[in-house]
Nanobody, 123 residues
Framework: VQLVESGGGLVQAGGSLRLSCGASGFTSDDYIMGWFRQAPGKEREGVASISLSDGDTVYSDSVRGRFTISSSNAKNTVYLQMNDLKPEDTAVYYC?????????????????WGQGTQVTVSS
């Protein structure tokens, strides 16, 4: 599986961005996909996850209500709509995937990772 993120950039606090993750190599719908982020000097953390088989989603407490994860009808692209962005959302955002049925933010579950895209939120 190969993953390519896009859509990062610089935005003012309160603004919005939409990240995209294009995936290739899936052999079925039994995959989970997640968005993770790593800020300078901090550990990587889970942000949102979606099960491509049933559409179930999981969010971290820090983004719930502001971010929305979704997939395209063809299930080969996953989006992260980020609204009401805050300076603390500044990080490199990574897309990840793995065979599975249950959405999860547990990083060790994920086997394939993208290269990351920078999101910077100015105050």
């Amino acid at each position: 599986v190969q993953l390519v993120e896009s859509g990062g950039g610089l935005v003012q606090a309160g603004g919005s961005l939409r990240l995209s993750c294009g995936a290739s190599g899936f052999t079925s719908d039994d995959y989970i996909m997640g968005w993770f982020r790593q800020a300078p000097g901090k550990e990587r953390e889970g942000v949102a996850s979606i099960s491509l088989s049933d559409g179930d989603t999981v969010y971290s407490d820090s983004v719930r209500g502001r971010f929305t994860i979704s997939s395209s009808n063809a299930k080969n692209t996953v989006y992260l709509q980020m609204n009401d962005l805050k300076p603390e959302d500044t990080a490199v955002y990574y897309c990840a995937s793995s065979w599975g049925l249950v959405a999860t933010l547990w990083q060790l579950e994920y086997k394939s990772w993208g290269q990351g895209t920078q999101v910077t939120v100015s105050s």
